[in-house]
């Protein structure tokens, strides 16, 4: 696989995955790439392993298989809900977790709950294998560390031992997202938050983790002004590009209440009721 990439290096190759992005690109002449390595067939790509508490999923398995997976519903439940908002069933049982991380679409779901889970993307190349966190995998608009010849192979999650939710914003159900949050939440028994890992899509170049909202929910008993307050030092460093989808304010908006919600969920989830 790597070497055919290497080997056609001057036509500027692509691998296919599940097509439901390359293709549509290339019947827009989008993408014109003068080789297409097909990942079908490749062995031990289509793979979902549970070790300990390490999921490793194959970059080839397709989004359905994945969103039905036992191993996935126990390890990563927050990728098997954000599952369901992906399009609709038919385009998941073709589209692939690879292809939807690796297309890095910044509205898309996937991406945001690698970077709020911390996932590891595993990158096969030409100099060997290579891991990569997703929080340095996504690096602009349908733009990754993927380098020339390099293939993601596939992408670990580590059990996360608390609640989780996956909100997102869409105009009709099964298109693409506006924007959405993906929210995991480790709380104690008194309710205080140990741990926080939150990422939203559809607001910026690349998914954007909520790193002021998640160290100002750590070690506090949310309420709802503290929840208030811990959305807005998010909220407030956004400046997301506006496009006939929904301007700046519209996603601005989105994300102060969907951010909101997803934390509400998340506490609800861990039996936390917000005062
Ligand atoms: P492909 O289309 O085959 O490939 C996409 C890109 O990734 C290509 O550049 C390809 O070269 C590269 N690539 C693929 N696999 C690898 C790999 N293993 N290593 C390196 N590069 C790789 N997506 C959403 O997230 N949310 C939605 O709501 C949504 N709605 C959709 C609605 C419709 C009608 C359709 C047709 C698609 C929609 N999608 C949506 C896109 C869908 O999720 C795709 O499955 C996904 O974006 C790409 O996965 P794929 O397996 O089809 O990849």
Avoid: K
């Avoid at 480790?186 to 909202?213: E, F, K, N, Q, Y």
Wanted: proline share 6%.
């Amino acid at each position: 696989m790597t070497a055919l990439l290497a080997e056609h290096d001057d036509l500027e190759p692509r691998v296919l995955a599940g097509g439901q992005s390359l293709v549509p690109l290339m019947n827009f002449r989008l993408a014109q790439p003068g080789y297409l390595v097909d990942l079908q067939h490749v062995e031990g790509l289509a793979d979902i392993r549970l070790d300990g508490d390490t999921l490793s999923i194959g970059a080839m398995v397709r989004q359905s298989v994945a969103e039905d997976a036992p191993q996935v519903a126990a390890a990563a439940p927050l990728l098997a809900e954000a599952l369901r908002f992906v399009a609709h069933r038919p385009v998941r049982n073709s589209g692939t977790i690879g292809g939807s991380l690796a297309h890095a679409d910044p509205s898309a779901e996937l991406p945001a709950v690698a970077l709020a889970a911390d996932a590891e993307m595993t990158l096969v190349g030409p100099a060997g294998v290579r891991r990569v966190p997703a929080a340095e995998f996504f690096v602009g608009p349908f733009e990754t560390a993927l380098r020339p010849g390099e293939v993601l192979s596939e992408v670990r999650f580590v059990r996360w031992p608390g609640s989780h939710a996956f909100v997102e914003f869409m105009r009709t159900h099964g298109s693409f997202a506006i924007a959405g949050v993906a929210c995991l939440l480790d709380v104690d028994a008194a309710g205080t938050v140990r741990r926080a890992g939150i990422a939203l899509s559809g607001v910026g170049p690349t998914p954007v983790r909520a790193s002021a909202t998640e160290q100002s929910l750590i070690g506090s008993v949310p309420d709802q002004d503290s929840i208030r307050s811990a959305v807005e030092a998010t909220v407030a460093v956004l400046s997301p590009a506006g496009d006939v989808h929904g301007s700046t304010e519209t996603r601005i908006d989105i994300a102060r209440a969907y951010l909101r919600r997803a934390i509400e969920v998340a506490l609800g989830r861990a039996g936390v009721e917000v005062a």
